[in-house]
C-alpha cells in the first residue's frame, strides 16, 4: 500500500488553466505539507495542514490554494497557471516532532 | 532561526570511492537532523536520522554523527556503487515539526 499518494503523476496544461493536484496519506499522520521543487532539486514549503488547520503558509501567489477535506487529504488547487509554476509539487505528511516526514512520488507540473 | 547548509554539487565519484557530503546547521534549542535521498524521478525518501548530540544514524552502508560542538551532520560511506546515484539532502527538524531543507547535493558514481 503506498503511504502518501498524490495524483496526477504528470500534468502537462497551458497557461491561464486552472489545475488540481490531490493527495492521501494512509499513515493516521496528523500533519500534511504541500513542497514545491525547482529545477534546481530546491525545495521550497508552501503549506502545512495539521488535522484540517492550516499552519504554515508561506509566501506564495494567492493563486495557490490548499484545501484539506479531512486529515488524510490536502488538495493543492492552483489558478491561472503561469510559466514560472512548472515544477514537482511534493506531498508529505509527518506524525510527532523528530519523526521525520514520508514523501509522495511527485506530480510534474510543466505549464506550456 | 533555523537552516541547514549543505556542500554543492555535483559530485562525481568513481565506484568503491569514499563519499563525504558536508552539512552544518543553525538551529534554536535541539534539533533532529535527517539526511534523506532522492532517485531520478521519485521523491525523497528518508536515508537516516539522529535525534540528539552524539547520536550515529545508519542505514544501507551511509552514516552521519550528530555533532553539536562543530554543528555539523555529515554524511559517509565507504565505498559507493553506482546505484548511489542519487540527490542528498540534509535536513532538521526542530519545534513544531517544521523541516528545514539543505539545497541538496547530486551525487553521480561511474563505473
Known amino acids: 500500500d503506498t503511504a502518501v499518494s498524490q495524483t496526477p503523476k504528470y500534468l502537462v496544461t497551458q497557461m491561464g488553466n486552472d489545475k488540481s493536484i490531490k493527495c492521501e496519506q494512509n499513515?493516521?499522520?496528523?500533519?500534511m505539507y504541500w513542497y514545491k521543487q525547482d529545477s534546481k532539486k530546491f525545495l521550497k514549503i508552501m503549506f502545512s495542514?495539521?488535522?484540517?488547520?492550516?499552519?504554515i503558509n508561506e509566501t506564495v501567489p494567492n493563486r495557490f490554494s490548499p484545501k484539506s477535506p479531512d486529515k488524510a487529504h490536502l488538495n493543492l488547487h492552483i489558478n491561472s497557471l503561469e510559466l514560472g509554476d512548472s515544477a514537482v509539487y511534493f506531498c508529505?505528511?509527518?506524525?510527532?516532532?523528530?519523526?521525520?516526514?514520508?514523501f509522495g512520488s511527485g506530480t510534474r507540473l510543466t505549464v506550456v | 532561526g533555523n537552516s541547514v547548509t549543505q556542500m554543492e554539487g555535483p559530485v562525481t565519484l568513481s565506484e568503491e570511492a569514499f563519499l563525504t557530503i558536508n552539512c552544518t546547521y543553525t538551529?534554536?534549542?535541539?534539533?533532529?537532523l535527517f539526511w534523506y535521498v532522492q532517485y531520478p524521478g521519485e521523491g525523497l525518501q528518508l536515508l537516516l536520522k539522529?535525534?540528539?548530540?552524539?547520536d550515529k544514524g545508519s542505514n544501507k552502508g551511509f552514516e552521519a554523527t550528530y555533532r553539536k560542538e562543530t554543528t555539523s551532520f555529515h554524511l559517509e560511506k565507504g565505498s559507493v556503487q553506482v546505484s548511489d546515484s542519487a540527490v542528498y539532502f540534509c535536513?532538521?527538524?526542530?519545534?513544531?515539526?517544521?523541516?528545514?531543507f539543505g539545497t541538496g547535493t547530486s551525487l553521480t558514481v561511474i563505473p
Open positions: 539522529a535525534t540528539k548530540a552524539d
Open positions: 495542514y495539521n488535522n484540517k488547520e492550516l499552519i
Open positions: 508529505a505528511s509527518s506524525q510527532v516532532s523528530g519523526s521525520g516526514y514520508t
Open positions: 535536513a532538521l527538524s526542530n519545534t513544531g515539526n517544521q523541516f528545514y
Open positions: 499513515l493516521g499522520h496528523d500533519t
Open positions: 538551529a534554536t534549542g535541539y534539533p533532529s
